[in-house]
């Protein structure tokens, strides 16, 4: 268990507006990801951070931003949410050393309409 | 970016049945991991890989790294209920902090 919190768990939204979803820690790890997770695609990498305030982007990173202004914490933001956002966002953590291991959140589920 | 491609995407056994799934890649990794996901929750890890031609067991469960390191196998042996989910391979495309790459997933639906 790596302590990680996402919130919300569940969000409706509608097309235009902006969303922002939060991931906290609390075992102090350096890197943290965002990912989504869609049917037949399985888990895709949005933004990674490998400390504060220096962020990349993933496989999937158009239309998203994020920032990391303390190390326990990770914001996914969605300036204008389209319905192609629908999805369920995870959040991990790499454990430290080198076993490649990321610790997962337990998902953020949002709905565009 | 490298692709994992997962098989089978899905499986309907019965309990007691043992359960085999692949992954492979176009390119070589250096650690291959796997993680089971239950509805509602997180990937959670179940082995990860270090070496080429490793075998490793956690339980009923065992994983092999291919040796051309570009393919890694999953077994359980003696399905029970709760081993009802979905399993991803994972690897690191690059030097690991960058985040893994997943496959698809192999759905696994146990009948009673």
């Known amino acids: 268990d790596a302590g990680i919190t996402q919130s919300p768990r569940h969000k409706v939204t509608e097309t235009g507006t902006p969303v922002t979803l939060r991931c906290h820690q609390t075992?102090?790890?350096?890197?943290m990801y965002w990912y989504r997770q869609d049917p037949g695609h399985g888990l895709r990498l949005i933004h990674y951070?490998?400390?504060?305030?220096?962020?990349d982007k993933g496989e999937v990173s158009d239309g998203y931003s994020v920032s990391r202004s303390k190390t326990e914490d990770f914001l996914l933001t969605l300036e204008s949410a389209t319905s192609s956002q629908t999805s369920v966002y995870f959040c991990?953590?790499?454990?430290?050393?080198?076993?490649?291991?990321?610790?997962f959140g337990e998902g953020s589920r949002l709905t565009v309409l | 970016g490298q692709q994992l491609n997962q098989s089978p995407q899905s499986m309907f056994i019965q309990e007691g049945e043992d359960v085999s799934m692949n992954c492979t890649s176009s390119?070589?990794?250096?650690?291959w991991l796997w993680y089971k996901q239950d509805p509602g929750e997180g990937p959670v890890l179940l082995i990860a890989?270090?070496?080429?031609?490793e075998l490793t067991s956690n339980g009923r469960l065992t994983a092999q790294f291919g040796i051309t390191r570009k393919d890694s196998f999953l077994n359980i042996s003696a399905s029970i209920p709760s081993d009802v989910g979905i399993y991803f391979c994972a690897g690191p495309p690059g030097g690991g902090a960058d985040g893994l790459t997943f496959g698809k997933g192999t759905h696994l639906i146990i009948q009673p």
């Open positions: 890989l270090y070496k080429a031609g």
């Open positions: 951070s490998y400390g504060v305030k220096d962020t």
């Open positions: 075992e102090n790890h350096r890197y």
């Open positions: 390119s070589i990794f250096n650690t």
């Open positions: 991990a953590t790499l454990s430290p050393g080198d076993t490649g291991e990321l610790f």
